[in-house]
């Protein structure tokens, strides 16, 4: 081929731009350490190299989280174990009350010391941490929980406060302060509200749980997919039979596991579907006691006022001191048709190992002498209990009464077969027709019982709480784990092999310092050098 | 017998060949730089010889040569090379042209070594997050608030900056015409390039019919020619007649055929179509009388077509996806909030940011900018959990991961460019330099020729020095 002159200057400018401009690069990536400067530099990494920079900002944000988890739930544990404390305390208290030796003033001064523990409690139940209360759900940057006179209101609300710690998953990372015992969800929904409820079930139907969907159709409203609280269990009888007031739906329990339940579906609209989750669970300091319409709103708290805070430690604490103030025997006679004007008394209780046993009865007298017992139930006053008082008798017995025997009319439970053993009291002088409620509820016993039950429930949410203390701490370890890995990899991605690159380095000065000085001498020799 | 001054005769004809020829050489010498030059050559021939023979003619020794002549001057090119080289021309400036134009668009993206929106919307959800944490506390919802006037304020620099560059290419008017651009001088100078070429034509025709070869306007105008193929495809005929070239071409350009006889008036101007329908917004080259050349949106992919002008559309159509994929995650992240914030019971304030990148108004609620903690604390973590969602159903990716995409296409665009670009580079200087091979000029060569010429000429002279004696013996010394 032939070359000119103008070929050859060519070349050399392209060579030379080219080797310069890979010295360029090659400078680049040695003077910022990366290979990867723009997109274009690898473009089939960049996606992934993006995605590896974020997890690994996030898995910061994650730690972090983690963090702010585990403290929360190291001060939900250990002002759950300061509240079993304070329980302990109560029980201790009550057990010394129930003894029967005490005098009405020391069980006075008992009872002043319950109260004292109540204030105890509120404080407990107002722990925060960095300015959050830990009980109070998301409405947290105020106390929770005030005591005014012998109530106790709450201002927080019922939702949960969760952390992300791994992406997309969400862990709740506190003991609820209290619960309503149930959750309405939207599933669809066109509508600005959800619907209420606005009774929770029968007292006597408390244990039945689950959960089921509403949907309101053109003609009314549907109950679907009853199931237990796993989600799975298919219960077919979970709500059943319910009736429809204008937008009110009531359970009403005649086929029914749940009894009583009313949700208010006003501010719905056709084609809305929700799912109701009643787990009936107790907050570690009970429920939010008063259910009223409009009230209630599972996400915006700004309606809530002043729950009255009911079932849980409070009521428990604040029933041991009235019992301890009235020197509560345990049992109560009530007239409830009296034309004798006599108030009965026990004179005797029933025997110790039956001390548990609870319940009412009423005990009507016909003259001359017939008292026949009925309408036995349990303490809610609806629940039947028909072994409750199998066997008794009525007799005239000799006894010690106002300094001298005499003969009284006692009546005496003792059969086989009663839940009640050895009760016995002294009806002497009624009239045809009068009628009597005895209440046997256990007294100062039954709280000890109470504070047990309590005991129980805070020490199953401890657990909870740390298990998923363990699974956070966990969580951290993976993370560590991760971030090593994550940081190698992004380095695999973007870093530069420092060796090889000043490796390059030289080869391409050496070729381009070649390239120039070849340029140079040929451009330098041309015929004219030779010429005369 | 030839006359006395016959040997004369021959020298000076050698003198004025050779001078003739070094002054070939010297205009080759001063133009061994010049773009498009082709080397010429003296073409020599011998003049008839003394003489033909014929019935009166005496009987001596065979012919009589008479000397030397110069029968043409040409240029040395292969003409047979010159389509290839406009063929790699357009293939070559399809793609530079689109190198400038990406690299502009890829430093628009500040990713991944600086702060780019990628580490804004990792920071936008971080912000979130920290809400979920402290869901009251009105100093985290006036750093998410913050965080999202950052991510609005360089989500739309980013959108604005690949506007300015789609517009430095073709920058609307009031539809169909087309205001200013790139693509818009490109097209005034293919107008000016084929006027150029036309008047050549007439001055080239003009020299060929006086049987000259106009050796360098046809340079000038191969040059032309040359630099139209740039802007797209482009074949030319070379005109005829009776098998002799005529100094007429007819061009083909972009499949518009345009004649020189009779001269074709052209001038092409460019249209964004204002029709409703599929072709809306469109970029069409038209001609004046012809109307629709082609359509350049729908042939901005064809390669094989070539040229600077769908190059530049290309790269246009791309800037103008890589907009679409922006606004498309502004939003979506909007849409997305709105949604989680109406989700019942709803935020009292449901939109975060309003606005779109398209209309320009992208940007946070100003009833949120102005008080931050109406941002409902209690929807933080179904904000934040946006993150991990879908964009939609049938878009099965999240945020995130369709801006990675985004950074994917502009750096694969980028560097996919780049490569064809520096291929189609080195192609169409390797059709250079054997055009140059051929047609170039060797300054060695040209000193070597220069010295033989130059020989030539003394020789010539010596001849006719040596007749000067020869004469001066007739005319002075013979004593008549």
């Keep these: 081929m032939r070359v000119t002159n103008r070929i050859i200057a060519g070349n050399l400018t392209k060579a030379i731009a080219g080797n310069l401009g890979k010295l360029a690069k090659t400078q680049e990536q040695l003077a910022t350490g990366k290979i990867m400067n723009r997109p274009s530099d690898r473009p089939e990494n960049i996606s992934q190299l993006l995605s590896v920079k974020g997890a690994l900002s996030y898995m910061e944000q994650h730690n972090r989280n983690l963090d702010d988890g585990l403290s929360y739930l190291s001060l939900n544990d250990s002002s759950m174990q300061n509240l079993g404390d304070i329980l302990h305390q109560a029980s201790e208290t009550a057990i010394q009350g129930a003894q029967g030796s005490y005098t009405q003033a020391d069980l006075a001064a008992l009872a002043e010391q319950i109260d004292g523990m109540i204030n105890q409690v509120v404080d407990l139940a107002n722990t925060s941490v960095g300015g959050r209360y830990i009980f109070a759900g998301t409405r947290n940057n105020r106390p929770p929980f005030h005591r005014e006179g012998d109530s106790i209101l709450y201002t927080g609300d019922q939702n949960g406060i969760y952390r992300e710690v791994l992406s997309g998953e969400n862990y709740r990372i506190d003991a609820p302060g209290i619960t309503l015992g149930f959750e309405v969800l939207p599933v669809v929904t066109t509508s600005a509200s959800l619907p209420a409820v606005t009774q929770r079930q029968v007292p006597s139907k408390l244990e039945n749980t689950g959960i089921f969907t509403i949907t309101r159709t053109e003609t009314g409203f549907t109950i679907e997919n009853p199931t237990r609280l796993d989600g799975v269990t298919a219960v077919p009888n979970l709500a059943t039979s319910f009736s429809v007031t204008g937008d009110v739906i009531t359970i009403d329990g005649v086929t029914d596991e749940l009894e009583g339940l009313t949700i208010d579906m006003s501010g719905t609209s056709v084609g809305d579907q929700y799912k109701v989750v009643i787990d009936n669970q107790l907050g570690v300091f009970g429920h939010g006691a008063e259910i009223q319409p409009g009230v209630y709103e599972v996400y915006n708290p700004t309606v809530i006022k002043d729950h009255r805070v009911d079932e849980g430690i409070f009521d428990t604490l604040f029933k041991l001191r009235d019992r301890l103030r009235q020197a509560d025997t345990g049992i109560e006679i009530e007239p409830l048709v009296s034309a004798s004007n006599v108030a009965p008394d026990v004179v005797r209780m029933q025997f110790t190992e039956k001390i548990e046993n609870t319940g009412m009865f009423t005990i009507t007298f016909t003259a001359p002498d017939i008292y026949t017992i009925s309408d036995e139930l349990k303490l809610d006053g609806v629940t039947a209990n028909d072994s409750l008082v199998a066997g008794y008798t009525a007799e005239d017995r000799l006894i010690w009464k106002d300094g001298q025997l005499t003969t009284r009319k006692i009546l005496a439970i003792n059969g086989a077969g009663s839940e009640f053993e050895g009760l016995e009291i002294d009806l002497t002088g009624l009239a045809d027709g009068d009628q009597y409620r005895v209440v046997i509820d256990g007294g100062i016993e039954s709280s000890i019982k109470e504070i047990n039950d309590r005991v129980d429930s805070l020490l199953q949410k401890r657990v909870g709480i740390g298990s998923r203390t363990r699974h956070f701490e966990a969580l951290k370890d993976q993370i560590l784990d991760l971030e090593t890995k994550l940081t190698e990899s992004e380095s695999k991605l973007e870093d530069a092999d420092i060796y090889k690159l000043s490796i390059s380095m030289s080869q391409e000065q050496v070729t381009f310092q070649a390239s120039l000085a070849s340029g140079a001498n040929i451009l330098q020799v041309s015929l004219l050098d030779f010429l005369k | ?480």
């Design chain 2, 1 to 480: 017998m030839p006359g006395t001054f016959f040997g004369l005769e021959i020298g000076r004809r050698g003198l004025q060949t050779h001078q003739k020829s070094l002054d070939v050489t010297g205009h080759n010498l001063a133009n061994s730089s010049t773009e498009g030059y082709s080397r010429q050559e003296a073409v020599y021939s011998v003049t008839d010889p003394y003489t033909s023979p014929d019935l009166d003619s005496m009987a001596t020794a065979g012919q009589l040569g008479s000397g030397v002549q110069t029968s043409m001057i040409r240029r040395i090119r292969d003409q047979y090379l010159d389509p290839q080289v406009r063929t790699s021309n357009k293939d070559r400036f399809y793609w530079e042209d689109q190198t400038f134009v990406l690299s502009r668009v890829e430093a628009s993206f500040a990713e991944p070594a600086a702060d780019g929106i990628q580490d804004q919307l990792v920071e936008f959800f971080k912000g979130w997050q920290n809400l979920n944490n402290n869901p009251q506390d009105p100093g985290v919802k006036a750093s998410v608030e913050e965080v999202g006037v950052q991510l609005v304020s360089l989500m739309s620099y980013t959108y604005r900056q690949l506007g300015d560059i789609q517009e430095s290419i073709v920058k609307p008017g009031t539809l169909p015409n087309v205001e200013s651009g790139q693509l818009k001088d490109q097209v005034g100078r293919v107008n000016d390039l084929l006027s150029q070429v036309q008047n050549l034509t007439e001055d080239i025709a003009r020299i060929y019919r006086v049987g000259q070869q106009p050796n360098d306007l046809l340079d000038k105008r191969d040059l032309l020619l040359d630099e139209l193929a740039k802007f797209g495809p482009l074949s030319v005929v070379n005109g005829t007649t009776d098998g002799k070239p005529n100094g007429e071409v007819t061009l083909t350009y972009f499949g518009l055929t345009i004649t020189t006889v009779p001269r074709s008036q052209t001038t092409f101007s460019l249209r964004l179509n204002d029709q409703e329908g599929p072709l809306y917004g469109h970029l069409e080259l038209h001609e004046a009388s012809v109307g629709k050349v082609i359509d350049l949106t729908a042939e901005s992919g064809n390669t094989v077509m070539g040229g600077s002008l769908l190059g530049l559309e290309s790269s246009r159509q791309s800037i103008i996806g890589f907009r679409d994929i922006l606004d498309d995650i502004a939003v979506t992240l909007r849409d997305q909030i709105r949604n989680k914030n109406s989700a019942p019971p709803p935020a009292g304030t449901p939109d975060f940011f309003l606005g779109s990148l398209a209309t320009g108004d992208y940007r946070v609620n100003e009833a949120v900018a102005s008080d931050p903690s109406i941002i409902d604390g209690k929807k933080a973590a179904l904000i934040a959990g946006i993150r991990n969602e879908n964009m939609s159903a049938e878009r099965d990716y999240t945020l995130e991961e369709c801006y990675g995409l985004l950074v994917t296409n502009v750096g694969n665009r980028a560097r996919g460019t780049d490569n064809m670009a520096a291929n189609q580079q080195a192609i169409q200087e390797q059709m250079y330099n054997l055009r140059e091979s051929v047609s170039g000029v060797s300054v060695d060569e040209e000193l070597t020729r220069m010295i033989q010429f130059q020989y030539g000429y003394q020789a010539s002279a010596r001849v006719v020095d040596m007749m000067d004696e020869i004469l001066e013996v007739i005319i002075n010394r013979l004593k008549p």
